[in-house]
């Protein structure tokens, strides 16, 4: 305090450098559509969610397991990561499991980066990547997409320094649905050094039907790469949280050491279990998803004739500077859509009703409102 009793300017607390770091965006909600346009029933199509509701079995879990919310979870997560390792293939020693694969994502990155290491990625692509690197104190080296929307991987093998540590590779990438074929993905491989680890993030692989689209989980073999997966997207527990990391055992190992302790709460961890008890079903989920993903592509092209061809549950319109219109012209007519300013925009593929209502708008929307 000053003579004069006034407060001095307050101490800075926090780091400066966070002042030019985005924040996280996630979807629009219909309570935003309610709350600020008097809309009262919105469709969303924003978050990459799967329509179809839990997975028989995974309310039940959560409910007996909230049973015992007093008592501390399973660490270790041991039951969840031998399920994972039975059916993956894989040895439970090669699994880490977090709080979606965002959080490993990060984890990876305070694994594997000092301060002033480099992370290199495809750019636009998943947007957490730059927030994740930014608060690990390394550096990120974004590669801008080729003009089909998907990974330069030459580009990116040329972005690799001697302060590289990490690349990050999306396939599908997100928010484009490109994807890589199999020759391309291993030329890559090969191409970077031993001593850089390379990530595939596999989010939306159970929504993949082209089998050229290698499955990443067949390279961990190699001891600098690790995979990325989710079960928020094809298997239902996008409110549960819950990702998990394939690697050989010492990259595993060493993620474990920086995974925040009891990171899968109980009732995740019990969710998870009985979601993987219903493969069937997800499989079944996932070919409704693809066919109308095929479907929506078709009338969308009438419209946008660039769209990429998706390999994930979206897709990906290439609006540019009209993002923004088009995102608030479908938010007037009720459907909740993904703007990115000045790239373009992402529709989750919903349910054949909630796709038709999207449609129903673009018409109008792309024709009058961003002059198509």
């Known amino acids: 305090?000053?003579?004069?009793?006034?407060?001095?300017?307050?101490?800075?607390?926090?780091?400066?450098?966070?002042?030019?770091?985005?924040?996280?965006?996630?979807?629009?909600?219909?309570?935003?559509?309610?709350?600020?346009?008097?809309?009262?029933?919105?469709?969303?199509?924003?978050?990459?969610?799967?329509?179809?509701?839990?997975l028989p079995g995974v309310v039940e879990a959560i409910a007996e397991?909230?049973?015992?919310?007093?008592?501390?979870?399973?660490?270790?997560?041991?039951?969840?990561?031998?399920?994972?390792?039975?059916?993956?293939?894989?040895?439970?020693?090669?699994?880490?499991?977090?709080?979606?694969?965002?959080?490993?994502?990060?984890?990876?990155?305070?694994?594997?980066?000092?301060p002033g290491d480099e992370v290199v990625y495809s750019w636009r692509s998943f947007e957490a990547y730059p927030i994740v690197?930014?608060?690990?104190?390394?550096?990120?080296?974004?590669?801008?997409?080729?003009?089909?929307?998907?990974?330069?991987l030459a580009a990116m093998a040329a972005a690799v320094t001697d302060r590289t540590r990490m690349v990050v590779v999306c396939n599908p990438n997100n928010p484009t649905g490109t994807f890589l074929r199999r020759p391309e993905l291993e030329r890559f491989l090969d191409a970077v050094p031993d001593d850089v680890l390379v990530v595939i993030d596999e989010a939306y692989r159970e929504f993949v039907t082209d089998p050229e689209v290698p499955d990443g989980l067949g390279y961990v073999d190699r001891p600098n790469v690790a995979v990325l997966r989710t079960l928020s997207k094809a298997w239902g527990l996008a409110g549960m949280r819950v990702g998990f990391m394939v690697a050989q055992p010492a990259v595993a190992a060493a993620v474990r050491k920086v995974v925040t302790p009891f990171s899968i709460n109980a009732p995740a961890q019990a969710a998870a279990l009985a979601a993987l008890a219903q493969a069937d079903e997800v499989e079944r989920r996932c070919a409704l998803v693809v066919a109308e993903r095929d479907r929506v592509t078709e009338a969308l092209r009438?419209?946008?004739?660039?769209?990429?061809?998706?390999?994930?549950?979206?897709?990906?319109?290439?609006?540019?500077?009209?993002?923004?219109t088009f995102a608030k012209a479908c938010e007037a007519r009720g459907v909740i859509v993904r703007p990115f300013p000045g790239d373009g925009v992402r529709m989750t593929i919903g349910t054949p009703a909630e796709n038709d209502a999207f449609l129903a708008v673009v018409e109008s929307a792309l024709s009058k409102e961003i002059g198509r």
């Open 1 to 54: 305090m000053t003579d004069t009793g006034r407060r001095e300017p307050p101490i800075r607390l926090t780091r400066a450098d966070l002042d030019a770091l985005p924040n996280y965006v996630p979807g629009r909600s219909p309570a935003d559509l309610a709350r600020e346009l008097g809309i009262p029933e919105a469709i969303k199509l924003a978050s990459n969610e799967v329509p179809y509701g839990p």
């Open 302 to 324: 009438a419209f946008v004739p660039d769209l990429p061809t998706s390999q994930g549950n979206f897709v990906w319109l290439p609006l540019g500077e009209g993002a923004i």
């Open 65 to 114: 397991a909230a049973a015992g919310s007093h008592r501390y979870p399973d660490m270790g997560v041991v039951a969840l990561h031998s399920a994972l390792a039975e059916r993956y293939g894989v040895t439970p020693e090669q699994i880490v499991t977090g709080c979606g694969s965002v959080a490993l994502a990060e984890h990876l990155v305070r694994a594997t980066c000092l």
């Open 133 to 152: 690197v930014a608060t690990s104190g390394a550096t990120s080296v974004p590669v801008p997409n080729l003009p089909d929307h998907g990974h330069d």
